[in-house]
């Protein structure tokens, strides 16, 4: 968690007694305060977001971990926090399981790098997936995917 200082301003109001007056007199005194604030990091939002994903679904997940303008990059997928509820649940209806290789993340951006397999049939996928965070939550995303080929000249994946 990074911490952060919030300023808290207020005014106090005091009402010495009831009276017929209009415009009666307030008295009281301004105030200012400091509060540490948590928050939290960019890879702990993204854990958080996948944690949500995978025990309540893409719904739950962005509702909880995103901003409400979320810009989705993704062409394959819809504008916004909708956009990208409608596409991952369509992933999802496709069954398989998604393995976390690493996250790294560097200040606001975190991305995070998985494989992929699917029980439909289709290729598996190394993907690429990179979040901007703003205010303790997603508010912008890009990805890249690349097709896991049996063979390879590379080492496998």
């Not at 540490?36 to 679904?57: I, W």
């Not at 290789?101 to 494989?115: E, Q, T």
């Not at 598996?124 to 901007?132: G, M, N, Q, S, T």
């Amino acid at each position: 968690m990074d911490e952060q200082v919030a300023h808290i301003v207020g005014f106090d109001v005091h009402h010495p007694g009831a009276t017929d007056d209009p415009c009666p007199r307030l008295f009281g005194r301004l105030w200012h305060q400091e509060a540490k604030m948590t928050v939290p990091t960019s890879r702990e939002v993204l854990e958080g977001f996948l944690s949500t994903l995978q025990a309540h679904g893409a719904r739950r997940a962005f509702e909880q971990y995103a901003v409400e303008d979320y810009v989705q990059h993704n062409p394959k997928a819809g504008r916004g926090r909708e956009g990208a509820i409608a596409y991952l649940e369509e992933e999802a209806a496709k069954g398989g399981r998604a393995t976390v290789k690493r996250i790294i993340s560097d200040g606001a951006m975190v991305a995070l790098h998985l494989h992929m397999e699917f029980t439909d049939g289709s290729p598996d996928l190394a993907i690429v997936d990179i979040w901007r965070v703003e205010e303790g939550k997603l508010a912008e995303h890009w990805d890249v995917a690349q097709e896991i080929t049996k063979t390879s000249i590379s080492e496998a994946f």
